[in-house]
């Protein structure tokens, strides 16, 4: 079938103009068709993410307040250690985050180490880096920081070797079995009385 041409235009032919207009109309209705779907996808992307991106603020947030806890519990180590010149201050931090890997209380080793050594000022001379007189004196550590670890790690019951001894049992439990009653009867309330102190101490911020 011939096409009704426009004046000029040759028999049997589309304008120009018509041509560019139906042209146009298969153009643009697909494409609005994609941005609507691409509208509709955006929107269900954002929807699966929002909660995702909420609770890693929440996740954050909570970090954030976990950390900040840490290092109030070990300035309050710290600042006691340093009020008496104690050789151990500056491992507040490591006390706090030992503790809290083999889950036993924040302020249990440095108070031992007081009980036991006055902070490191009457450490072991058998032997090295031993503060807490663990193992009577007769283990060897690496360093400050190795004794703290071994100590927590036996504290919080995740040696097999002495997991009898420390796994399961309480704060007094623990210290009981550390220093028993038969040995010094006050053993466990004179820790528990250094670990309330080292808890109320004030720690003294510079200004800026």
């Not at 995702?52 to 070990?74: F, G, M, P």
């Not at 040696?159 to 009898?164: E, F, H, I, K």
């Not at 049992?169 to 028993?180: D, I, M, S």
Request: one cysteine or more; proline letters at 5%; hydrophobic letters at 40%.
């Amino acid at each position: 079938m011939l096409l009704r041409s426009s004046p000029g235009a040759q028999p049997g032919t589309m304008s120009s103009t018509k041509l560019y207009s139906i042209t146009k109309s298969f153009i643009i209705v697909p494409l609005m068709a994609t941005a609507v779907s691409m509208n509709a996808f955006t929107a269900s992307v954002n929807t699966a993410i929002a909660p995702i991106i909420s609770n890693t603020t929440e996740v954050s947030e909570q970090d954030a307040k976990l950390q900040l806890e840490r290092e109030e519990k070990a300035a309050k180590i710290d600042a006691y250690f340093t009020k008496y010149n104690m050789p151990l201050a500056g491992t507040g931090m490591k006390m706090v985050t030992e503790a809290e890997k083999h889950g036993i209380d924040w302020n249990l080793i440095p108070a031992l180490a007081i009980r036991e050594s006055t902070g490191g000022k009457h450490a072991c001379k058998s032997v090295t880096y031993s503060p807490f007189g663990f193992g009577s004196c007769k283990i060897n550590f690496k360093s400050w920081d190795h004794a703290i670890e071994i100590v927590a790690t036996n504290l919080g019951g995740n040696n097999p070797r002495t997991a009898r001894a420390y796994g399961g049992k309480t704060l007094r439990g623990k210290l009981e079995a550390y220093n028993p009653p038969s040995v010094v009867p006050t053993y466990a309330s004179e820790v528990i009385a250094i670990m309330n102190k080292i808890e109320n101490t004030t720690v003294v911020t510079a200004e800026a």
